[in-house]
């Protein structure tokens, strides 16, 4: 990285190598590359990558479709990384080929919690008299 790179340009860059592992992978997952019963049998969407400073390391969030099956789709990914951080290397135009970690992402959940919160009826009049 330049040496008169400013912290603006720099989470820029995060993000978008970020961007491009998180197409790389969703292609993967997409086509069956790899050859795996769990993940052949599962639609897996690749949320989010996070890359940390030094582009050493990707935080991977994933969700399978509906969320079935979630522990065994993380122990797939964890168990082929080998393969997925090559793929990602061959694909993603890096010097380093970046560790791969799979977590899994819990936004949908949490969205999921805040609509019903909002939803609920007390909340709900509380809403409508902010709105008078």
Known sequence: ????????????????????????????LMRGDVHD?????????VTEVRMSPDLRHATVFVKPLLGADEKDVLEALKRNVKYLRGEVAKRVNLKFSAQLKFLPDESFDEASHIDA?????????????DEE
Request: aromatic share 0%.
């Open 117 to 129: 919160i909002l939803r609920r009826p007390e909340v709900a009049r509380d809403l409508e008299a």
């Open 1 to 28: 990285m330049r040496h008169n790179a400013t912290p603006e340009t720099r989470s820029v860059r995060l993000l978008r190598v970020g961007e491009q592992v998180r197409h790389v992978l969703s292609e993967i």
């Open 37 to 45: 019963p769990v993940l052949a049998s599962h639609s897996v969407s």
